[in-house]
């Protein structure tokens, strides 16, 4: 979308009938000077070599092919849920790791404080998916679940999931029991429940969590992993936290896609909700980062010495973006400011007018049609916000993990003029230039006419 100037001389008066603002030579407001943003910046993937190491780590090639495998035909939704399932069967793994963990001087009790609102914000999101999916008449009612009260299944929950047996072991069982009320109280606007083994006062459906979710898999791929030979306990809690961010980097892939999918057919009810949950999931990857701070720091430097984590001669990419698909997560949110000119029924003004921008001025005042495209509109610019927040608190994290010494060297530390990756992300101006300057100029014009009202 072309970057668009404006004449800070513009005139406005407001119109008898909705207040909307117009151009107009007998009243003149003091505007502010709009700087021209600077040039936005790409970001690039680290080196080839790194992703792929980082890859063979997490053994992403193997959760992939989870990820992709299609075992329900009519559940458009497989591809979402599926990893957002295996996120939280990870997460009952990393307390009973944090659980078991030998060493005296770990940090027991926060670490299942932590773990355990994290496994409460996922239950929230799936919960909030699960809500989606029955608003939108596509993809209501497909979901694979077993209804007990028809006698399609002679349980009423998981068999291989990791927490019922958690609710059983004398370490485990206070904060397993959490989470399962938890389950049953997020799970209570939806038509299933998770069958995890949550109470299930109402005698819903219950989603067939094994056969979608697949837990005996998902557990097989930390039986043996390429780094086995490692004796640093913090190994395993790396390992856990990355795969966790890795499967809800995969949900955020696939509602994006679904995303412009819906913003491109104009089905902009249900794209408003894509944008939330894809807000959200941006912050959930901001407090698994978070988790990182709990680990020790001699245990944690020396393993970075062992995995041999370090900058390559001339890499200048974050650890991050080792990552493939959090690079093309992040590119893919960047290009949803593309799609602005079709939500507000405008063309790009070749020339560089106002036309996007006295468009969104005019959807915004006019409250009575269009309500679904400023709701998909403000979305956007949260999953932006969302976005450079949790690449600003990474770039925090990385200096306390690591030291600053440690995050200069990884280019982490350094200021905007040296081209430091992450501070370009959450430092370049907003992608939504338009709609910044519908917003600044309709502040001033309501501010200059309450001062025109109150002389009156």
Not at 276 to 281: D, K, L, N, T, W
């Amino acid at each position: 979308m072309a970057d668009l100037a404006w004449n800070s001389n513009a005139k406005m008066v407001s119109s008898p009938n909705n207040k909307s603002p117009k151009l107009d030579k007998q009243h003149h407001l003091s505007l502010p000077t709009l700087p021209l943003p600077l040039r936005p910046t790409d970001i690039s993937a680290a080196a080839s070599p790194l992703c792929s190491a980082y890859d063979h780590y997490l053994r992403l090639p193997e959760l992939r092919k989870l990820w992709t495998s299609k075992e329900f035909p009519n559940w458009s939704s497989e591809s979402i849920f599926k990893p957002a399932l295996h996120a939280l069967e990870i997460t009952f793994r990393f307390i009973s790791l944090v659980l078991s963990d030998p060493r005296p001087y770990a940090n027991r009790r926060e670490w299942i404080r932590r773990i355990e609102s994290l496994a409460t914000s996922e239950i929230e999101m799936i919960a909030m998916l699960c809500e989606d999916e029955e608003e939108d008449p596509t993809t209501r009612g497909r979901a694979p679940v077993a209804d007990l009260s028809k006698g399609e299944s002679s349980r009423s929950y998981s068999e291989a999931s990791l927490l019922p047996r958690l609710a059983t072991w004398y370490k485990s069982k206070d904060v397993a029991q959490r989470i399962l009320c938890s389950v049953e109280y997020n799970m209570m606007r939806c038509p299933y429940t998770l069958g995890l083994g949550e109470p299930n006062l109402s005698g819903k459906p219950s989603l067939r969590y094994d056969d979608v979710c697949k837990p005996n898999e998902i557990h097989a791929l930390a039986i043996t992993t390429p780094f086995d030979h490692i004796d640093n306990y913090e190994n395993q809690t790396v390992y856990t936290t990355h795969q966790i961010v890795e499967s809800w980097i995969r949900v955020t892939h696939q509602l994006l896609e679904r995303l412009t999918e819906r913003i491109e057919s104009k089905r902009l009810e249900e794209a408003k909700n894509d944008c939330y949950a894809v807000e959200r999931i941006w912050k959930l990857l901001t407090d698994i980062e978070d988790l990182h701070m709990l680990m020790d720091p001699a245990d944690f430097l020396m393993l970075k010495n062992q995995l041999s984590i370090k900058s390559t001669a001339g890499e200048t990419a974050a650890f991050c973006f080792r990552s493939t698909e959090l690079v093309e997560v992040t590119k893919m949110c960047k290009d949803l400011k593309q799609k602005v000119p079709g939500i507000l029924e405008v063309e790009v003004d070749p020339q560089g007018g106002p036309r996007i921008q006295e468009a969104a001025m005019r959807l915004y005042v006019d409250k009575r049609n269009g309500m679904e495209r400023v709701h998909v509109l403000q979305g956007m610019q949260g999953i932006e916000a969302a976005m450079k927040r949790f690449f600003y608190a990474y770039k925090q994290v990385v200096g306390v993990v690591m030291g600053s010494f440690e995050a200069n060297g990884n280019r982490v530390g350094l200021s905007w003029e040296r081209s430091d990756s992450l501070s370009q992300i959450f430092l370049e101006p907003t992608y939504y230039p338009s709609l910044d300057a519908a917003k600044t100029f309709l502040g001033y014009f309501w501010g200059n006419d309450s001062d025109r009202q109150g002389r009156c």
